[in-house]
């Protein structure tokens, strides 16, 4: 079956220490997203893109980076720059004009 | 500035009591609405896209709704499984599939 698949489900982070989640797609789509999610917040967006080797920044990107390599793979890292990292971190992929699909979540604890 | 507001936050019914969700929005170029489901832990689950003022979609018991300002997601005889949080996006218009997101509604329902 298509789909996404985030990973890992649970990430705990060490203060100062960077770390990659990971969201992987087989659906063939062209642009991939991640968003973050807090209580009593809408999602928001952290970067997105539209095409392999490109990618832009969203509403709240500062503190984080994205690769992407491979049409299927979107990975984001999340750096010591990232002053409040604790977060439920949603990637996301759509078609030109259609409804992105979510991945099941990563949530982010810092330790 | 580009906004979704949904209302109530939260909802409790009981078994069978019908009711809406309402979802207001001020953006520019509206190219969509979206409304997802999402249920504890997990990813947002797509249920409907409007498009145009007037446009109804339908799926068992929920019925979207759309006009120039604002979005209903009405609930008729809901059941206990219908209980999630129910988010609402739009897609606000440039080259991109962007999502603005509102907070969402917690329903509750009861037995």
């Known amino acids: 079956d298509g789909g996404i698949t985030q990973s890992p489900k649970y990430l705990f982070r060490k203060e100062g220490q960077n770390v990659t989640l990971s969201c992987e797609q087989n659906?063939?789509?062209?642009?991939m997203y991640w968003y973050r999610q807090d209580p009593g917040q809408g999602l928001r967006l952290i970067y997105y893109?539209?095409?392999?080797?490109?990618?832009q920044k969203g509403d709240i990107a500062e503190g984080y980076s994205v690769s992407r390599e491979k049409k299927e793979s979107f990975p984001l890292t999340v750096t010591s720059a990232q002053k409040n990292p604790t977060a439920f971190y949603l990637c996301?992929?759509?078609?030109?004009?259609?409804?992105?699909?979510f991945g099941s979540g990563t949530r982010l604890t810092v330790v | 500035e580009d906004q979704v507001t949904q209302s109530p936050e939260a909802l409790r019914l009981q078994e069978g009591e019908s009711s809406s969700l309402n979802c207001s929005y001020t953006?520019?170029?509206?190219?969509?609405l979206f409304w997802y489901r999402q249920d504890p832990g997990k990813g947002p689950e797509f249920l409907f896209t409007?498009?145009?003022a007037g446009e109804e979609k339908e799926k068992e018991r929920l019925k979207a709704t759309l006009t120039k300002k604002e979005s209903f997601l009405h609930i008729t005889a809901p059941k206990p499984e219908d209980s999630a949080t129910y988010l609402c996006?739009?897609?606000?218009?440039?080259?991109?599939?962007?999502?603005?997101f509102g907070t969402g509604t917690l329903l509750a329902v009861q037995p």
């Open positions: 996301a992929s759509s078609t030109q004009g259609q409804v992105g699909t």
């Open positions: 659906l063939n789509h062209d642009a």
């Open positions: 893109s539209q095409i392999v080797n490109d990618f």
């Open positions: 953006v520019s170029g509206l190219r969509g």
């Open positions: 409007l498009y145009s």
């Open positions: 996006a739009v897609n606000y218009g440039g080259a991109t599939n962007k999502l603005i």
